[in-house]
């Protein structure tokens, strides 16, 4: 009896071994990363090494890290997979095809591919409804030229791989709302990606610049928003965290700015905080001309593990305070273990405690060592990726 039980174990352990072997792809994750040479940060670690990525899109949302946790609630059975086919826009009776009609029109869960690579000139605010993911990896997606995006009121939103430029500001006029009926809409001044009253929203591998005003605004009381792997270059005024200095709501504003590319030719507002809190984490900071993070209204900041690398000409200087300096310890600026190259500084609040971002489990994730922030930052931006290989 022993021997016979014995003999169960072993093969039960044969079975075991041989069921591992069919199902697990050729090469784990880890594995291949390392044979394609590049080291990945956690958050593309999770789904880039996949050669199956196209048939398993919706894993990405489980991949996201920070204030905005996991985007679990963009994904499941009722999952509608929509693709944009057509580049034209109409603003207020947009045409099944267009980006407006899946990002606007549709309601639910929404996953959105694009068929080719196109270029969209939107002609109003494109304005994204809740529960929306835009995917554009494994294509050339430009929106450029006159109106970008927009997300009001809304919800659990994923914007990726999309290249954002060229935004215009806008005059007041009717636009399909995020509820897919038609609004009026005021003034837009040209940000390429803007917030207003919105939550849970994920910014990622996006590229971003020369836009008439800035290039991503978190304004109105939106909060738990995740900006990482972006590339923002060629700008005034990059990022604002909070809408204006009166907006006392903006209080509860916590951003998450992550892995990020800074530059070359940006100006200011990487970011600009007003009253909220930011945890600026692991970016790279390829010079600015007045500053790279400001703010006013007490802000709280926690710049952790980032490369300050300083303009040969101009401040050298990390931070700027609205008020000057003399009411600094107003400000809580915090610097831990940043690096500082070319002559940066940075002119940390004197006394208090470093403001933890108390994230949950599902938010939590290790910042690195600012040595790998260069290699961690390679890949930012939105991807090229061929039709075949890996992105
Ligand atoms: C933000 O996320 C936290 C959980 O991390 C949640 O308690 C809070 O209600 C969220 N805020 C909004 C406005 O959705
Ligand atoms: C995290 O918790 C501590 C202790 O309660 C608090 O002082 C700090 O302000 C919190 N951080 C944020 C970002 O709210």
């Known amino acids: 009896m022993a021997s016979q039980g014995t003999n169960n174990i072993f093969m039960r352990y044969v079975l075991a071994i041989v069921i591992a072997i069919i199902f697990t792809p050729k090469l784990s ?28 899109r919706q894993q990405l949302a489980t991949c996201s890290v920070g204030y905005v946790g996991k985007m679990t609630n963009n994904i499941g059975k009722d999952l509608i997979h929509y693709k944009v086919t057509d580049p034209n826009d109409d603003p207020i009776n947009p045409e099944p095809g267009t980006l407006r009609y899946g990002a606007s029109v549709i309601q639910g869960k929404v ?76 003034q837009v001044d040209g940000d390429a990606i803007r917030l207003v009253t919105a939550s849970k929203i994920w910014i990622d591998h996006n590229t971003l610049y020369e836009s008439e005003d800035g290039l991503l605004d978190v304004t109105r009381g939106s909060t738990n928003v995740t900006i990482s792997n972006n590339w923002f270059r060629e700008q005034d005024k990059v990022m604002l965290l909070g809408h204006d200095d009166g907006y006392v709501r903006d209080k509860n504003m916590k951003v998450t700015v992550v892995y990020n590319h800074f530059g070359p030719n940006c100006n200011q507002r990487m970011p600009r905080i007003r009253h909220g809190y930011a945890h600026v984490a692991n970016n790279l900071y390829l010079g600015w001309v007045q500053y790279a993070i400001g703010g006013s209204m007490g802000p ?21 305070r609205k008020d000057g ?14 690096a500082f190259e070319n002559g940066a500084s940075f002119v940390v609040t004197k006394g208090g405690r470093v403001p933890k971002p108390n994230y949950s489990k599902e938010q939590g994730f290790k910042v690195v060592d600012v040595k790998s922030v260069r290699s961690l930052t390679k890949s930012s931006g939105a991807f090229k990726c061929s039709k075949t290989s890996i992105c």
């Open 325 to 338: 300096y003399k009411n600094v310890d107003k400000w809580e600026f915090y610097s831990v273990r940043d």
């Open 111 to 186: 996953w959105i591919t694009f068929q080719r690579d196109m270029q969209i000139r939107l002609m109003k605010s494109l304005l994204i409804s809740s529960f929306t993911t835009i995917d554009g990896r494994g294509v050339n997606v430009h929106i450029t030229d006159n109106a970008c995006l927009m997300i009001f009121k809304a919800t659990d939103i994923i914007i990726h791989s999309i290249r954002i430029h060229n935004c215009k500001a806008q005059a007041p006029g009717m636009v399909m709302g995020p509820n897919g009926k038609v609004i009026s809409l005021g």
């Open 29 to 56: 994750f880890a594995k291949q990363s390392k044979l394609i040479g590049l080291k990945m940060n956690m958050i593309d670690e999770c789904w880039r090494p996949n050669p199956e990525w196209r048939r398993h």
């Open 300 to 320: 709280s900041l926690k710049s952790e593990a980032n490369l300050f690398i300083a303009p040969n000409v101009g401040s050298k200087e990390v931070t700027w």
